[in-house]
């Protein structure tokens, strides 16, 4: 059995949606001969990238109707495209700081038709403070991308208020979380309480974090500052 048709066993995805992943699964292993684009085996690809990616569709009310959404540090995609795959209503954008990871994001979309997906090679610093984007999205999501502090400083400069951002972690999340509550609340934002979901034998925490007012202006700062300098707990 392929393991794409667990996929419905958890979350809601149409027969079109799962032979486009089909389709996306093999572009995905075509390009990572030639490139780096994932270490995860063609057989797994399925539940450690897909699956992963559309949980929160399992989750009543989490991705809203016609929302706009980024995608932070996607990479080879994961989790905008196979949103934007399984959620034809939702418009997409894919940042990816490289240039190469961009060249194969733009084939996906190309391969698979899809009009709801769009590619901006860029770092999340830089464009966090541009107009259309800053305070722009109604959902600013990012997988596997940088501990809590750090990550809300790329993503809720995105996010409009009363959105969210969602992060994709690990049981190590609870290590993160003093600095992370710390870190929303300079950004303008709350974290909301952690969704424990399965995917197979699989355990994964989403963090939404809510965006409760405009962030400052400082924010974000300066490539590269928010990794050398992450936000912290006054406590530290």
């Known amino acids: 059995m392929d393991e794409l048709e667990k996929i419905p066993e958890y979350c809601p995805v149409s027969r079109e949606a799962l032979e486009k992943?089909?389709?996306?699964?093999?572009?995905?292993?075509?390009?990572?001969?030639?490139?780096?684009?994932?270490?995860?085996?063609?057989?797994?690809?399925?539940?450690?990238?897909?699956?992963?990616?559309l949980l929160p569709l399992a989750v009543p009310g989490l991705m809203p109707e016609n929302a706009r959404v980024i995608d932070v540090g996607t990479g080879a995609g994961f989790p905008g495209l196979p949103l934007a795959i399984a959620r034809p209503d939702?418009?997409?954008?894919?940042?990816?700081?490289?240039?190469?990871?961009?060249?194969?994001?733009?084939?996906?979309?190309?391969?698979?038709?899809l009009e709801n997906a769009f590619v901006i090679n860029d770092r999340a610093e830089n464009?966090?403070?541009?107009?259309?984007?800053?305070?722009?999205?109604?959902?600013?999501?990012?997988?596997?991308?940088?501990?809590?502090?750090i990550l809300l400083e790329y993503l809720l400069p995105f996010v409009e208020t009363g959105g969210r951002a969602l992060c994709w972690k690990g049981p190590a999340v609870a290590e993160e979380t003093e600095d992370g509550a710390a870190a929303a609340i300079l950004l303008g934002g709350v974290l909301e309480p952690f969704i424990e979901i399965g995917a197979?034998?699989?355990?994964?925490?989403?963090?939404?974090?809510?965006?409760?007012?405009?962030?400052v202006p400082q924010y974000p700062r300066k490539n590269g500052v928010p990794a050398k300098r992450p936000l912290k707990s006054d406590r530290k």
Not at 22 to 43: C, F, I, P
Not at 102 to 112: D, Y
């Open 21 to 53: 992943l089909a389709l996306y699964r093999a572009l995905l292993l075509d390009w990572n001969a030639r490139m780096d684009l994932t270490s995860v085996k063609e057989g797994d690809v399925a539940v450690r990238h897909f699956l992963d990616s």
């Open 90 to 113: 939702l418009r997409v954008t894919l940042l990816e700081a490289q240039g190469k990871r961009c060249r194969f994001l733009e084939a996906v979309i190309g391969e698979l038709a």
């Open 127 to 149: 464009l966090g403070r541009m107009a259309g984007h800053r305070e722009a999205y109604a959902l600013a999501v990012a997988r596997a991308v940088a501990p809590l502090n």
């Open 200 to 215: 197979g034998e699989r355990k994964n925490i989403l963090v939404p974090v809510r965006k409760t007012e405009k962030t």
